[in-house]
Every structure is written in structure tokens, then in C-alpha cells.
């Protein structure tokens, strides 16, 4: 039931920044475990952060540990995405994704629970 909306995509060179925020309707986001997945051109689908359903506890795809940050506001129904220090291999169509678990985060089978996309390009 619950719809998610991305933004804050653009074109950045290396070693620049962005957030991305992703606002949810239709259920409180404390309901659901919520991260972002990456697409990259040519490539699987990814995890890149995740936020647990239980108590909050952030996880982090190895390679953009110390440079990525993922946080929630639940008076906004908001999580967002900082991105620092950004490299090229970042480039890729990043998704907001509400799930049941953690672990259903990576279910891309589901077609549920998905927003529509933002795309980021860093430029080297």
C-alpha cells in the first residue's frame, strides 16, 4: 500500500556530493525496513543501505561505507541518502525500497514497495 517518491538525482563530478530523499505515503515508514538499491548501466541491481524495521540500525554496502550516510525523519516520513566523496562506478539509478525485513530488501522479484527511481551520473 505504501508509495514511495525519489528525488534529489543530477549529474556531479568526483568527489562531489548529493542527498537523495524518498517520501512515503500510505504507511508510516517505522512499519517497514527502508534503503535504497542502485541499478548501474549494464550491471545487477544492487544494495547500497538499508535501515532496520526493529530498531533503526543502519547497513552499508562495503564500498560506500565512510562515504554514504542513510537516516530516516518519521515526522516527515522521509529516509535520505548523503552521498560524499562520489566516484564514477557510483553512477546508477538509485531506488527507495520498503520491505517486510531487511533481508526482503534484495527481493527483486517483489514489485511492490518500490519508487520510481532518481539517476545519479558522477563524471570523472
Known amino acids: 500500500q505504501v508509495q514511495l517518491v525519489e528525488s534529489g538525482g543530477g549529474v556531479v563530478e568526483a568527489g562531489g556530493s548529493l542527498r537523495l530523499s524518498c517520501t512515503a505515503s500510505g504507511g508510516s515508514i517505522n512499519d517497514y525496513a527502508m534503503g535504497w538499491i542502485r541499478h548501474p548501466p549494464g550491471h545487477d541491481r544492487e544494495f547500497v543501505a538499508g535501515i532496520s524495521e526493529i530498531d533503526g540500525q543502519q547497513y552499508y554496502k562495503n564500498n560506500v561505507k565512510g562515504r554514504f550516510t542513510i537516516s530516516r525523519d518519521i515526522a516527515k516520513n522521509t529516509i535520505y541518502l548523503q552521498m560524499d566523496k562520489l566516484k564514477p562506478d557510483d553512477t546508477a539509478v538509485y531506488y527507495c525500497?520498503?520491505?517486510?525485513?531487511?533481508?526482503?530488501?534484495?527481493?527483486?522479484?517483489?514489485?511492490?514497495?518500490w519508487g520510481q527511481g532518481t539517476q545519479v551520473t558522477v563524471s570523472s
Open positions: 525500497r520498503a520491505s517486510r525485513s531487511l533481508v526482503r530488501l534484495e527481493d527483486y522479484s517483489e514489485t511492490t514497495g
